[in-house]
């Protein structure tokens, strides 16, 4: 069975200072992995994903994920961080071809201080 | 623009009441999901269908139904045996393929009155 734990629930950082958001993951399979952002009442915008490629995934607005199948991870990050960027952070596993099957983490909300 | 539109954006329900979530999408997507969130957690499987006359129940169906009339239409009913059926709801459509990408609807709010 699929699971996915954000490490961390709530991470604060100052504007211009590093992002990591940490994310691990259990799967049975080559999963396919994603990050998602989202703003207060609004839906999920895909960030990344991971199918198999490259291991150094890059995304929108500058954010990247490394999956690292031996630590079963796949954190994100980003060098600096925006005013913008302040959101709640989901980390996706999916492990069926076919079938519906997304695990979602229970979500990392990021505060940017200015 | 191709995407997912939900409405309404917010929904008060009685007692007793069915109210229905509309969500349509014109990104030719043959699977459509909903998802139910509660404050400070992640998003829980209501149902999901792959193709069009045909759904599944998720990990939370009890106290909701769907339909699948057409491929561009996922309606969801919150029925009166929903005893807590105040959360934020979100659907979303994903395309065929391996790593397949969930787009999502900018969701709605259901309170009871």
């Known amino acids: 069975a699929q699971s996915v734990t954000q490490l961390d629930s709530h991470v604060s950082v100052s504007e211009g200072t590093p992002v990591l958001l940490r994310c691990n993951y259990s799967s049975s399979y080559s999963p396919s992995l994603f990050w998602y952002v989202q703003h207060p009442n609004k839906g999920l915008q895909l960030l990344l994903k991971y199918t198999s490629a490259a291991t150094l995934v890059k995304g929108i607005n500058g954010f990247e994920a490394e999956f690292k199948k031996s630590e079963t991870s796949f954190h994100l990050t980003k060098p600096s961080a925006h005013m913008s960027d302040a959101a709640e952070y989901f980390c996706v596993v999916s492990e069926d071809n076919y079938g519906q099957n997304f695990v979602f983490g229970p979500g990392t909300r990021l505060s940017v201080l200015p | 623009d191709g995407g997912i539109t939900q409405s309404p954006k917010y929904l008060f329900r009685k007692e007793g009441q069915n109210v229905t979530l509309s969500c349509e999408q014109n990104l030719n997507h043959d699977a459509m999901y909903w998802y139910r969130q509660d404050p400070g957690q992640g998003l829980r499987l209501i149902y999901y269908s792959q193709i069009v006359n045909d759904f599944q129940k998720g990990d939370i169906a009890e106290g909701y139904s769907v339909s699948r009339e057409k491929k561009e239409s996922f309606p969801l009913t919150v029925t009166s045996a929903q005893k807590n059926p105040t959360a934020f709801y979100l659907c979303?459509?994903?395309?065929?393929?391996?790593?397949?990408?969930?787009?999502f609807g900018d969701g709605t709010r259901l309170s009871i009155l």
């Open positions: 979303a459509s994903s395309g065929p393929g391996q790593g397949k990408t969930q787009h």
